[in-house]
């Protein structure tokens, strides 16, 4: 967390409830900033004996690069009125967009497993984990990496893309590979 602002209280008896914006790192994840909401709730509520509740808001951090709320609600009002008629803001099209992409026009993506979408005011950036058969060879595994980051970048609005490989080491079955230690919290895809 890097600071907090909008702070109010409001009285509600003999308690006091109060309200508050904390600003993180925009590459954080929704999760992690739950969890530091949560951080800061606790110890509001444990060190001030008054404070019955804390609601929490939690905004990115921002540069001269991100959005600021008032620019993002300008482009959301103006895409509802159908004047913007991209999606470059809308981080659920874009991750559907990426992964589509990615499985039509990569050869050799057994699967997506993960996409992470970043919007700016530059571009968009994305962080893609995708499975390959764990027959590759390690520079054809690298060539099939190359080859969708330049499928993800040449999408409209996306000015980077981060590739990560992960080996399809899954039976058709859904049983693992006698060889293979079984990955924690792993999801089963079905074919």
Not at 36 to 44: D, G, K, S, Y
């Amino acid at each position: 967390m890097h600071e907090f602002s909008h702070l109010r209280a409001r009285k509600n008896g003999a308690v006091a409830l109060v309200d508050m914006h904390i600003v993180v790192d925009p590459m954080l994840t929704v999760s992690a900033a739950h969890v530091l909401a949560e951080l800061v709730r606790h110890r509001v509520v444990s060190n001030v004996k008054e404070v019955a509740d804390v609601t929490i808001h939690v905004d990115p951090e921002q540069d001269e690069d991100e959005f600021t709320q008032e620019e993002l609600f300008r482009a959301l009002g103006e895409r509802r009125a159908g004047a913007i008629p991209d999606t470059r803001s809308d981080p659920i099209d874009i991750e559907k967009t990426v992964r589509e992409a990615i499985m039509d026009l990569v050869d050799g993506v057994t699967s997506v497993t993960h996409v992470r979408v970043n919007v700016f005011k530059s571009g968009v950036t994305t962080e893609c984990t995708i499975e390959v058969d764990p027959d590759a060879q390690v520079r054809e595994a690298s060539v099939i990496a190359r080859r969708t980051r330049e499928v993800v970048e040449a999408l409209d609005h996306v000015r980077a893309a981060d590739i990560h490989l992960e080996l399809d080491d899954w039976h058709d079955d859904g049983a693992m590979q006698p060889t293979q230690k079984a990955p924690r919290n792993r999801r089963v895809h079905p074919p």
